[in-house]
């Protein structure tokens, strides 16, 4: 499912929204339509197959399915949408794509990315929290919790996202050795009591990132800024465009 929101300005750049893991275009809510309308842009928001109202997937997913989204399915989805110029926005696993993306393979229109709790490498505590998500999932509420979002792909979106993730191979999950390759400006964002990922993802993401990277950490903030502090992540983000942008 893809979504648009028209800027009165059609030459402004769209921002194109990359939601989490257990996400879809409708749970990003009003977010994109706001920060879209404060800084003068387009916006483009979707849910990948298997989650929300797209198009189903058959399981397993496969473990480089972050890479597959950001160098196969996003570059088709922009070409098929006719986007010139593109700021990516990523949250979580999006996120992750979104990093993906700009260090592998960038269309020309690329001006940058922001990020908002990226997993850059697996860490356990990541692996801990989606393990309780199982659990939660499987004998709590976090099913009809996400049956609302998903309907008939909940099954496909939790346990793509979840088996990925707890499978032992994946732990060698590392995107680190890419960041250097990405040319465009970054934002990244994370809140200080994010349940999934410490501050180390921030760190090699600083470090890394090949044009260089704004870190910006929310406290009192978990693993999404843009619910948990929306009115700061709506802030930082539309500063970020406006020096991009203009």
């Known amino acids: 499912m893809v979504r648009h929101t028209a ?21 990003w809510r009003d977010f994109p339509a706001r920060l879209a309308q404060q800084t003068r842009c387009n916006a483009l928001v979707y849910s990948r197959f298997g989650y929300g109202r797209s198009h189903s997937i058959d399981l397993p997913r496969p473990l480089h399915y972050m890479h597959d989204e950001a160098v196969g399915v996003l570059p088709e989805l922009l070409g ?26 960038a269309r020309p229109g690329l001006l940058g990315v922001i990020s908002e709790a990226a997993h850059v490498f697996c860490e356990d505590k990541t692996v801990a929290a989606i393990a309780g998500a199982r659990r939660d999932f499987i004998a ?12 008939d792909n909940t099954d496909a979106a939790f346990f793509g996202w979840c088996d990925a993730w707890l499978d032992p191979a994946f732990r060698a999950w590392d995107i680190r050795p890419e960041l250097p390759g990405i040319r465009v400006p970054v934002l990244a964002i994370q809140g200080t009591d994010d349940a ?29 800024p843009h619910r948990d502090r929306a009115g700061a992540t709506l802030a930082a983000m539309a500063a970020f ?3 991009l942008a203009g």
């Open 80 to 105: 098929a949408e006719g986007i010139g110029s593109y700021i990516l926005v990523g949250h979580s696993d999006g996120a992750s794509i979104a990093l993906i993306h700009a260090a592998r393979c």
């Open 241 to 243: 465009i406006g020096r």
């Open 7 to 27: 800027s009165d300005s059609p030459r402004r750049p769209t921002l194109v929204f990359l939601h989490e893991g257990l996400g879809s275009a409708a749970q």
């Open 196 to 224: 999934y990922g410490t501050q180390l993802q921030l760190d090699a993401i600083r470090q890394q990132a090949g044009a260089g990277a704004t870190i910006v950490v929310f406290a009192e903030c978990g693993h999404t």
């Open 140 to 151: 709590g509420d976090l099913r009809t919790a996400l049956v609302r979002h998903h309907a």
